[in-house]
C-alpha cells in the first residue's frame, strides 16, 4: 500500500483522514497543519500522496502545491477543500494537482481518490476533464 502526508489545518480533519486512509490499509508516514510544515515533512518523507488543505493560514495549500512539485514534478497531490472552491480546484489542476477532494466527504470518496492517483481504479473518469 502507499504512504501518505495529511496536511491539514484542523486537527480533526487530519484525524479524520488519517482513520481512513490507514482503515483502507495504507500508512500515515506524517502529518502537517500548513504549507512550511508539510513543505519540510515532504523533503524529509518524501511521500508516495500527499494530502493537502487548499485553505491554511500561513502557506496555503496551492503556495505548497507550487513548491513541492517545483521540487519534484513527479510528486501525487490529493487537493482537499470545502464546496464552492472551483476556481482552486482549476488552479490546482493547472499546478500538477493529482486529485481533488471536497469536504465534506465520504470515506470512498477519499479511499476512491487514492486508488485513482496511484493508478487503480479508474471509476470518476469523467469528473476529471
Do not use: C
Amino acid at each position: 500500500m502507499a504512504t501518505i502526508m495529511i496536511v491539514d489545518d484542523a486537527s480533526f480533519m487530519r484525524g479524520s483522514l488519517k482513520y481512513i486512509v490507514e482503515g483502507a490499509g495504507h500508512n500515515v508516514v506524517g502529518t502537517a497543519k500548513d504549507g512550511q510544515e508539510a513543505l519540510k515533512l515532504y523533503r524529509k518523507l518524501k511521500p508516495d500522496i500527499v494530502t493537502l488543505d487548499i485553505l491554511m493560514s500561513g502557506m496555503d495549500g496551492l503556495s505548497a502545491l507550487k513548491a513541492i512539485k517545483k521540487e519534484d514534478p513527479g510528486a501525487r497531490v490529493i487537493m482537499v477543500t470545502a464546496l464552492g472552491q472551483e476556481e482552486k480546484q482549476k488552479e490546482a489542476y493547472k499546478l500538477g494537482a493529482s486529485g481533488y477532494i471536497r469536504k465534506p466527504f465520504k470515506q470512498t470518496e477519499i479511499i476512491d481518490e487514492i486508488k485513482w492517483v496511484l493508478g487503480g481504479e479508474r471509476r470518476f473518469r469523467e469528473r476529471r476533464q
